[in-house]
Nanobody
Framework: VQLQASGGGLVQPGGSLRLSCAAS????????IAWFRQAPGKEREAVSCITNSHDSIYYVDSVKGRFTISRDNDRKTVYLQMDSLKPEDTAVYYCARRPGGCGVGTPESYTFNVWGQGTLVTVSS
């Protein structure tokens, strides 16, 4: 059972990146997938989450209108399209899974039982 996050890198403010979270060893369609991030000196926060049935999506307020989460169960991959990036988006981004939905309100990290290794996103000129 594994999640592998990729797609991070260095981008200028206003630029875009697409993160990918590849699942292996389990059936992706039964699980919600969330993206969390942790910046240096800050606590980890939930950025976005998509339920197993695509019927509910969560975004933290700071990324609404700029980030888009999507999933392709056939390709066993969840994506996070990040546009109009800002320096404050700089962080290590992790994907994680939990059965079914994303939970009530803000996704809680302790309810996610499998985590990817993280991919670094740096937004800087």
């Amino acid at each position: 059972v594994q999640l592998q996050a990729s797609g991070g890198g260095l981008v200028q403010p206003g630029g875009s990146l697409r993160l990918s979270c590849a699942a292996s060893g389990f059936t992706l369609r039964y699980y919600a997938i969330a993206w969390f991030r942790q910046a240096p000196g800050k606590e980890r926060e939930a950025v976005s989450c998509i339920t197993n049935s695509h019927d509910s999506i969560y975004y933290v307020d700071s990324v609404k209108g700029r980030f888009t989460i999507s999933r392709d169960n056939d390709r066993k991959t969840v994506y996070l399209q990040m546009d109009s990036l800002k320096p404050e988006d700089t962080a290590v981004y992790y994907c994680a899974r939990r059965p079914g939905g994303c939970g009530v309100g803000t996704p809680e990290s302790y309810t996610f039982n499998v985590w990817g290794q993280g991919t670094l996103v740096t937004v800087s000129s």
